[in-house]
């Protein structure tokens, strides 16, 4: 009889030692996964930043190189000309042109007599 309870307490004793083991290890891949959990939306954070940043500098790169073509179309329209189709058909393509960059984000700033 106390044979059978040696055997008992030592097979409870390596269970229990089996259910250390496996808490120790449920316990490290729950610490694993959260780190990774982390780890994944600090990417997706800081990809959502660098694409914002990107297209704000694509957007002003593109913007550079289009506003000497505003001016020229703005100096063409104060230009002085008989024929009024002509005057008419640059007018409409100044607009046309004005609302594209405004649907980018660009917009004339009024600056005369005016403080920043």
Known sequence: MEENKNEEE???EVQNLETQKMQEELENTTDRLK???AE???FK???AKER???YSSIVGDVAC???PVLDNLEKAVSAETTDANYKQGVDLVLKQYKE???SFGIEEIE???KSF
């Open 10 to 12: 030592k097979v409870q």
């Open 35 to 37: 780190r990774l959990m």
């Open 40 to 42: 994944f939306d600090n």
């Open 45 to 47: 954070k800081r990809s």
């Open 52 to 54: 914002e940043t990107l």
């Open 65 to 67: 190189k289009l506003l």
């Open 100 to 102: 594209m960059l405004k």
């Open 111 to 113: 600056s005369i007599r």
